[in-house]
Antibody
Framework: EVQLVQSGAEVKKSGESLKISCKGS????????IGWVRQMAGGGLEWMGIIYPGDSDTRYRPSFQGHITISADKSINTAYLHWSTLKASDTAMYYC????????????WGQGTLVTVSS | DIQMTQSPSSLSASVGDRVTITCRAS??????LNWYQQKPGKAPNLLIF???SLQSGVPSRFSGSGSGTDFTLTISSLQTEDFATYYC?????????FGQGTKVEIK
């Protein structure tokens, strides 16, 4: 059974750093793109970026590039979303998701990680 | 970036109604269009991939059509459990982009 388990909710202050995680199981981790999606309170879904753990090929949405870093450690089947300097506007729910090896969509999602950043 | 314009932003419908939601891409995305359902407090759930392929386990009352720039999600007979927010997602090229969402509410 495919599972994506995300790390727990975080409460941080503006200017702090943060790394949240997404651990995959039940599939060949290296062979599936993993993406991150942001959802602000009451808002829609925003695609942030994706990584292919097999070769660490990473793509970002331009508006997020430089503010976040997406990485993956295939030795422990875990992907990460990292901020070096949080802003209050980063307050949101963050989802990781994967797609099929040969497809271009997300078909399994993590449960979400709520990040709250106070100013 | 490819812009996805989804409409309507919300609609009210009754159980048994036929519901149609549309997504228009700012350029051709061939058939790289997917539909998701999201209920409050939950992660999105894939309904349709590649414009018209029904995801395993999804009821057959859901269907998708279109190619190029214009796409449609149809719910043939709305059920109580279908009241939710629906999003399209283009995956033709990165950055992938979601539509703004359509909230389906009870009339």
């Amino acid at each position: 059974e495919v599972q994506l388990v995300q790390s727990g909710a975080e409460v941080k202050k503006s200017g702090e750093s943060l790394k949240i995680s997404c651990k995959g199981s039940g599939y060949r981790f290296s062979n599936h793109w993993i993406g991150w999606v942001r959802q602000m309170a009451g808002g829609g879904l925003e695609w942030m970026g994706i990584i292919y753990p097999g070769d660490s090929d990473t793509r970002y949405r331009p508006s997020f590039q430089g503010h976040i870093t997406i990485s993956a450690d295939k030795s422990i089947n875990t992907a990460y979303l990292h901020w070096s300097t949080l802003k209050a506007s980063d307050t949101a729910m963050y989802y990781c998701a994967i797609g099929p090896a040969a497809g271009r969509y997300f078909d399994f999602w993590g449960q979400g990680t709520l990040v709250t950043v106070s100013s | 970036d490819i812009q996805m314009t989804q409409s309507p932003s919300s609609l009210s419908a009754s159980v048994g109604d036929r519901v149609t939601i549309t997504c228009r891409a700012s350029q051709s995305i061939e058939s790289y269009l997917n539909w998701y359902q999201q209920k409050p407090g939950k992660a999105p759930n894939l309904l349709i991939f590649a414009a018209s392929s029904l995801q395993s386990g999804v009821p057959s009352r859901f269907s998708g059509s279109g190619s190029g720039t214009d796409f449609t999600l149809t719910i043939s007979s709305l059920q109580t459990e279908d009241f939710a927010t629906y999003y399209c997602l283009q995956t033709y090229t990165t950055p992938w982009t979601f539509g703004q969402g359509t909230k389906v509410e009870i009339k």
